[in-house]
């Protein structure tokens, strides 16, 4: 019997909660605890042990791989929060807010470590590979980061250089994941491959849903401020497919709007939407992520197991998806 | 034949410089190649591969490890630099200082990542063992530089705090290194432990004869200022062990003198230096460093390997202390 989406969440928790963290130093690792137990939606563990779960009806063998991913996911979001200077993480003070820089970098680097030295449970005939698939996947989110901050300097950046950067920042660890939890599931090669461009396609989607959400969902159900995007001048995908169909005149509104000191708020992210509506950007947004989830969820049929064993996958897939507006 | 220390030296530069390191994102990995090619007297991976050749005459499977504890060491470096603001290291820009504290945040990530592939390049059979003392030893450095950044804050640090944050803070990294380049020699399990050991000592009378040549090194020999860490307030051997030795009114001068805005730097250091003086501090660091440094040698007698081929070792042991005051 394979379990239940919400049956491999708590077995990932409870795996989690066995985490043997030392007291000492506290400020080295408190951060640690406090990062790891502020939720999430622990997207990259479940999607791991939903693609061993597609190989193997037990799953256990990858939960220290699973509770890996998670650890690294929450260490980029440590040394992002410095760098992006955000203050709030999930609703409550960041690492860096609460402890300081000092501290988030240290904490963050111990994280690193941590995810490592969990990845080495995996069972040993799969450890070199498993490494392989980490360490690669750990490099590109760290190049995705940098292109996201270079993309803050250029003036302008294209739709492609754009899909390239959050395919490297947000996806490439989804399918990382997905692969890993594959390989110890023990599919083949050929069906490693297949889920780690699945997860790819599916974190695109995934992705530009976020940005689309952000000009365009409704605050309550977000829980959050819409339009935090535009106001910070942020590069999106709405951003950028703005940009490649404007002409000059709209091009100088998108560049300059964010930075107007003579406008509000409000009416900085109206004239912005206003334009990303002349331009069609909301539809496209919404085209693109369903050309992305529907080559994601095309992959999964193309699969060497039996179509029912999928189920659980694409229910979890459908739930990321399921966002609304 | 066992290869000369400077032909150990040359092999692990020439596998360094065949390192691969992707060209772009250009902010990401130029300030790895800049900080690996710094020089430096590349002391762990020389302890590796020379703990290697006590058990085995070719020591090629040993130099990817040896390359990730030098890019490892290179990683702390950059982060410690933002930690500490530090804006020289091995007399250029820092990382930090050239690029920004966000580069070297991510530039540092990315290089710890990078210590992890090459690591894994050790023969399979030994790659879980290897991994294992790699990572607990990179854990136990961040606590090092923890304990090290909370003892600014401490009124008073004990000796025996002191010497347990420089075993974290650096033997730790030369004992790892010791007890890998064991590991892929093909020591037993007990050679390793020794090796480890040894590196410790010899470890700490490096820190301590750093702390030393600090307050009373040569300038001219040593290259750099003395007095730095005075005029910093730092926490070294010396201070410790002035302070644990001190009546109240010795111990408020040593407590205050750096940030005393009344006297000159000279002054400054001429005052704590009397002090030290008066407490016998130097003598006590002499001894110190002697017995530890002894203590490392004397576990190389212990060692099951022919004497002779524990020259190298020796000779190199003998090249760490010997820097002049």
């Not at 703005?242 to 002409?247: E, I, N, V």
Request: a negative charge; glycine letters at 6%; hydrophobic letters at 45%.
């Amino acid at each position: 019997m394979m379990p239940t989406n919400e049956q491999l969440l708590a077995s990932f928790e409870s795996h989690l909660a066995q985490l043997d963290v030392p007291i000492e130093p506290e400020r080295l690792y408190a951060p640690l605890i406090y990062s790891m137990s502020g939720g999430g939606k622990r997207l990259r563990p479940m999607l791991l042990l939903l693609a061993c779960g597609l190989y193997a009806d037990d799953v256990r063998a990858a939960l220290p791989a699973a509770t890996a991913v998670e650890v690294f996911h929450n260490f980029t979001l440590l040394h992002d929060d410095i760098m992006d200077n955000a203050l709030v993480r999930r609703g409550k003070p960041s690492v860096y807010a609460k402890w300081g820089a000092n501290v988030a970098i240290l904490s963050g680097d111990a994280m690193m470590i941590c995810a490592y030295r969990l990845l080495r449970h995996t069972p040993e005939a799969l450890l070199p590979r498993v490494m392989d698939i980490f360490s690669k996947m750990a490099a590109e989110v760290c190049e995705g980061q940098q292109y996201d901050m270079d993309f803050e300097h250029r003036p302008k950046v294209s739709v492609v250089d754009y899909m390239h950067m959050i395919e490297l920042k947000t996806s490439v660890l989804l399918a990382g994941s997905a692969a890993i939890g594959a390989v110890i599931g023990g599919a083949s090669e050929e069906d490693v491959r297949k889920l780690y461009r699945f997860a790819v396609e599916l974190g695109l989607a995934f992705q530009l849903q976020d940005d689309l959400l952000d000009s365009f969902g409704a605050e309550e159900e977000l829980g959050k401020r819409i339009g935090g995007d535009i106001l910070e001048g942020k590069q999106t995908y709405l951003m950028v497919t703005a940009m490649s169909r404007a002409d000059e005149e709209q091009r100088d509104v998108l560049r300059t709007t964010y930075k107007d000191a003579t406008l509000s708020d409000d009416e900085k992210i109206a004239r912005v939407k206003e334009l990303y509506r002349a331009l069609d950007v909301e539809r496209l947004t919404e085209q693109q992520i369903s050309v992305r989830f529907e080559r994601a969820l095309g992959i999964l049929d193309t699969l060497s197991v039996p179509a029912d064993r999928t189920t659980h996958l694409r229910e979890f897939a459908k739930g990321l998806m399921g966002r609304k507006k």
